[in-house]
């Protein structure tokens, strides 16, 4: 079984620090979707990537990068 993650990088500007620090995260779906073949999770991922970038874009969320993929669940 395989489960979307997605890593976001944005900036972070901490107050002891004149500049900037990239900080990443990493997140997966709420709804926990599950797959059983890992192409169906890559090709789900795709779709929620391009689903996210355009939620990004029209709501000028301000990030450095995203990756999405697929994770291996324990057996």
């Known amino acids: ?16 620090s004149m500049g ?24 789900e991922a795709e779709l929620k990537l391009n689903e996210t970038l355009t939620i990004f874009t029209t709501g000028g969320v301000d990030f450095k990068s995203i990756q999405v993929g697929c994770e291996k669940l324990p057996d």
């Open 20 to 43: 900037s620090e990239l900080a990443c995260k990493t997140f997966y779906e709420e709804n926990n979707r599950t797959f059983v073949k890992e192409e169906v999770c890559y090709r």
């Open 1 to 16: 079984m395989f489960k979307i993650f997605a890593i976001l990088c944005t900036l972070t500007y901490p107050e002891d």
